[in-house]
């Protein structure tokens, strides 16, 4: 149960970007996942090109995948805003598939993972032992879900994205530059995932078919969470993490992802708002 906590809070920042985009652009991010895979595959290569510790490299890849997502939003999503939500949702699953299949092209199927010197450092504490590298896992991560959240509650733009998710015709009347503030929360959306990508690619292995799977974990995540609520999204995370590491233990581990589907679908008919009440991010 201890190493589900850790791995819990690792997958909410997974899930970050994608609950931050939906609750301020009302938008169903499907690249989400290829993504957060892009993100494992720049601290792969960041670490084999230039022999860095993954986690120096964690803001090359939020600023290098953040980036990238820039015009996707910019020249791609916005201009299909006005048709409706279907139409962005349905360009970012035609995104990830191409997305997919050019890694494919370009790195292979072969399966990758991000070696770290922490990697087989056990910690014992008491009777309890997991891997040392699930707490540096889980403490980065925490440390940029509070970051985030600061920014937000804090910051001159953290007041505009909450007003462009409230009601971004009003916010634009009183002079928030609402196309801005979804571009850049789009960017943060991406950067959030390329970092929770390369610590993916720390703990597990990865190809590029492996981003569906954090993509359905992620939504898990944001329905327990509440869309749009970042500490949500954090408590979420450790739930699922904890449920799937009580499956695993009790059911067997190829149960752990069944659990997940079973919880998705059980908050969404009991609780389609979540644990915490989703919010404005």
Same mark, same amino acid.
């Given at each position: 149960?201890? @190493?589900?906590? /850790?791995?819990?809070?690792?997958?909410?920042?997974?899930?970050?970007?994608?609950?931050?985009?939906?609750?301020?652009?009302?938008? *169903?991010?499907?690249?989400? +996942?290829?993504?957060?895979?892009?993100?494992?595959?720049?601290?792969?290569?960041?670490?084999?090109?230039?022999?860095?510790?993954?986690?120096?490299?964690?803001?090359? &890849?939020?600023?290098?995948?953040?980036?990238?997502?820039?015009?996707?939003?910019?020249?791609? /999503?916005?201009?299909?805003?006005?048709?409706?939500? %279907?139409?962005?949702?349905?360009?970012?699953?035609?995104?990830?598939?191409?997305? %997919?299949?050019?890694? $494919?092209?370009?790195? @292979?199927?072969?399966?990758?993972?991000? %070696?770290?010197?922490?990697?087989?450092?056990?910690?014992?504490?008491?009777?309890? @032992? &997991?891997? $040392?590298?699930?707490?540096?896992?889980?403490?980065?991560? *925490?440390?940029?879900?509070?970051?985030?959240?600061?920014?937000?509650?804090? @910051?001159?733009? =953290?007041?505009?994205?909450?007003?462009?998710?409230?009601?971004?015709?009003?916010?634009?009347?009183?002079?928030?530059?609402?196309?801005?503030?979804?571009?850049?929360?789009?960017?943060? =959306?991406?950067?959030?995932?390329?970092?929770?990508?390369?610590?993916?690619? &720390?703990?597990?292995?990865?190809?590029?078919?492996?981003?569906?799977?954090? $993509?359905?974990?992620?939504?898990?995540?944001?329905?327990?969470?509440?869309?749009?609520?970042?500490? +949500?999204?954090?408590?979420?995370?450790?739930?699922?993490?904890?449920?799937?590491?009580?499956?695993?233990?009790?059911?067997?581990?190829?149960?752990?992802?069944?659990?997940?589907?079973?919880?998705?679908?059980?908050?969404?008919?009991?609780?389609?708002?979540?644990?915490?009440? =989703?919010?404005?991010?």
């Amino acid at each position: 149960m201890a @190493s589900g906590f /850790l791995l819990g809070g690792t997958l909410a920042l997974t899930a970050l970007g994608l609950s931050i985009v939906l609750g301020v652009m009302r938008l *169903v991010n499907l690249a989400h +996942g290829i993504f957060l895979i892009a993100g494992a595959y720049a601290g792969f290569f960041l670490q084999q090109a230039l022999g860095l510790d993954p986690f120096v490299t964690l803001i090359v &890849v939020a600023v290098v995948i953040g980036a990238a997502a820039l015009p996707v939003q910019r020249y791609l /999503l916005e201009p299909l805003a006005k048709y409706g939500a %279907e139409a962005p949702m349905m360009t970012t699953f035609g995104l990830a598939i191409v997305l %997919e299949n050019l890694f $494919l092209l370009k790195f @292979s199927a072969d399966t990758r993972s991000i %070696e770290t010197s922490a990697a087989a450092v056990p910690l014992q504490i008491g009777p309890i @032992s &997991v891997p $040392l590298i699930y707490l540096i896992c889980f403490a980065v991560s *925490v440390c940029i879900i509070l970051a985030v959240h600061l920014v937000v509650v804090r @910051s001159s733009f =953290g007041r505009d994205l909450r007003a462009s998710a409230i009601d971004p015709g009003a916010a634009a009347v009183v002079g928030v530059d609402v196309r801005r503030v979804h571009t850049l929360t789009f960017a943060l =959306g991406a950067a959030c995932a390329g970092v929770g990508g390369t610590l993916i690619g &720390v703990l597990f292995s990865f190809t590029p078919a492996s981003g569906a799977n954090y $993509l359905l974990t992620d939504f898990t995540i944001v329905v327990l969470g509440g869309m749009g609520n970042i500490l +949500g999204t954090l408590v979420g995370g450790i739930v699922l993490g904890v449920l799937q590491s009580v499956a695993g233990i009790v059911l067997g581990d190829g149960y752990r992802d069944l659990i997940g589907l079973v919880v998705f679908l059980a908050m969404l008919a009991v609780r389609p708002r979540g644990l915490l009440k =989703g919010h404005a991010a």
